[in-house]
Every structure is written in C-alpha cells, then in structure tokens.
C-alpha cells in the first residue's frame, strides 16, 4: 500500500482496538496470558504495555501493507522500544499528580499516534537493528518477568494498595 496515511489509519485503529480487546479480556478472564498482555492495575510500569503489546501485534498483522512483516517490524523496532519507555516515564510522573483516567487515555491514544506515524516513516531497516532487536525481546522478557515477580517499588505497585504508599508510623 503505497499511501502512508491508510497504512498509519489502518495500523492505529488496529492497535486501539488491540489494546482494548486486552484490556476487556483480562477484565472477563483473567490468566496468565491477559495478564502479561494488558495492565492488571494503574500502575506506570502496567500501563506501559500499552504502549508495546498492541503496537507490536498492530505493526506484525498489517506488515503485509508494506513490503512483508519481517522488514516492517525491522524498520519498527526503535518505536517498539521507544513508546513503552516513553509512556512509563510519562504515566510515572502523571502518577505524582494523581489525574483521572481520562488522562491516562489520552496520553495512551496521542502516543501511539506519535510512535505509529513515525514508525512508518522509515522505508529501510534501521542501521544496528540486532541492538534494536535485543532491546525489544528484552523489554518483552522483562514485561514477563515483572508481571508475575514484580519489585516492590514505587512505579511497580499498585497504587490502590496499602503497600505503595508511605509507611505509617506506629
């Protein structure tokens, strides 16, 4: 498909609809697959798959529209490394604040806005695309781990949990 703005159309609605769709079925039924795949709860390091999982599933099942999956996600790969990041550090620091919900969203829609257009703006793979490609299975195999053994830190924890707040003095 040679019209950037379809494919970038195509790719964003899929990874809305993606992110969505694992959000609603880690709600119905949780296990282990939704939760590795949609945020079990507020916290910036959850909410950051977001910013991943739909992105990567988005960018993989419309590769065909751009020269075949494989060189689609070679040329894709900083963003897939780069949203998450970005939106962690983002949801981190909206956490201080404590905002509603809907600003969570819009944060989410508006960055994988950003990182779809420029994720399609790249015609070649990207020069040190092993390091690229390293980073993103890392950063998969961290999302794994950190589900299931997550640190008892601040971005990590659940904020409606007695545990993420200060320590009350006895």
Excluded at 31 to 55: N, Q
Aim: charged residues 10%; proline residues 8%; positive net charge.
């Amino acid at each position: 498909m040679k019209d950037h703005f379809s494919r970038f159309a195509i790719r964003f609605v899929a990874a809305l609809l993606l992110g969505l769709a694992g959000i609603a079925l880690r709600s119905c039924c949780p296990c282990a697959v939704s939760e590795l795949l949609a945020p079990r709860f507020a916290a910036p390091w959850e909410l950051s798959k977001l910013g991943f999982w739909p992105v990567l599933c988005a960018v993989a099942l419309t590769g065909r529209l751009s020269g075949g999956v494989k060189r689609t996600l070679r040329c894709a790969l900083p963003c897939l490394t780069l949203t998450p990041a970005a939106l962690f550090l983002v949801f981190w620091g909206m956490s201080l604040l404590e905002p509603a919900g809907g600003a969570y969203l819009l944060v989410w829609v508006a960055a994988l806005a950003v990182s779809l257009a420029l994720a399609d703006q790249r015609q070649e793979p990207v020069k040190n695309a092993a390091v690229w490609l390293i980073l993103t299975v890392s950063l998969g195999v961290l999302y794994g781990i950190f589900t299931f053994l997550p640190p008892a830190a601040g971005p990590f924890l659940d904020p409606r949990d007695v545990a993420a707040m200060a320590v009350i003095p006895y």
